[in-house]
């Protein structure tokens, strides 16, 4: 059963829902919601509260974001509401302290108000039990063996030579690649992994078989 804060959601979104399309992803200030939105004397048979105080009680647990369906800002204002909200006897009307907060609708929650779903809460993220918290840990290291590997340097294209059965050769100069790590640069004529080659003087681009820059006429120092 909707109580009193569901009711303030749900006018609330119909009001702006109302008024501009795209309305309900622009956040307003706090004070609109009790003042020009949903005041209390023109909505209170919407509402349905009994008294003016059950109004500023659900509008002090929407502005705190109770269930998620909306979030204030600055935070230690929305954290002083939430904390009142758990007092036995809460001041109601503390929100009205902090008018220039600005407010921020769940649209999750409101398109689904919208839509005619019955919850249209954001549910909670469901537990997860030790054992299925464990599977899911298994199923993860199955799937991925890689997860908690760092990622490669970009450029990277020469493999270990371990996973070779014969030892890599850098295709520039021919020697031979270190086979215990992974290489990204030759080290022994100092060129890429991949793209264009380089002039170790200079840096000019140059093609695979010369032997001197053309731009610094510095040996390449590969054939």
């Known amino acids: 059963m909707p109580d009193d804060l569901d009711r303030l959601f749900e006018r609330l979104v119909s009001v702006l829902a109302d008024d501009a399309p795209g309305r309900l ?7 609109e919601v009790y003042e020009r939105l949903v005041p209390y004397r023109s909505n209170r048979s919407i509402l349905k509260v009994a008294t003016h105080q059950d109004y500023e009680m659900a509008v002090l647990r929407l502005l705190a974001g109770e269930r998620g369906y909306a979030a204030l800002e600055p935070a230690e204002v929305r954290d002083a509401l939430q904390r009142e909200t758990g007092e036995s006897n809460p001041d109601t009307t503390l929100f009205r302290q902090f008018p220039d907060a600005i407010l921020s609708l769940n649209r999750l929650a409101a398109e689904r108000f919208l839509r005619g779903e019955r919850a249209f809460a954001p549910p909670p993220p469901p537990p997860l039990s030790a054992s299925d918290a464990s599977d ?3 199923q993860e290291d199955q799937e991925d063996p890689e997860h908690d590997e760092k990622p490669p340097l ?6 270990l030579a371990e996973q070779s059965e014969s030892p890599r050769q850098c295709p520039y100069c021919g020697e031979t690649l270190p086979g215990s790590r992974k290489v990204n640069f030759c080290p022994q004529c100092g060129q890429p992994p991949s793209g264009e080659l380089r002039c170790p003087a200079c840096g000019g681009e140059v093609d695979v078989g010369w032997r001197y820059c053309v731009s610094c006429g510095r040996a390449t120092g590969f054939e």
């Open 25 to 31: 992803a622009v956040p307003f200030p706090a004070s």
């Open 136 to 138: 899911e840990s298994g």
């Open 154 to 159: 970009s450029g990277a294209a020469f493999e």
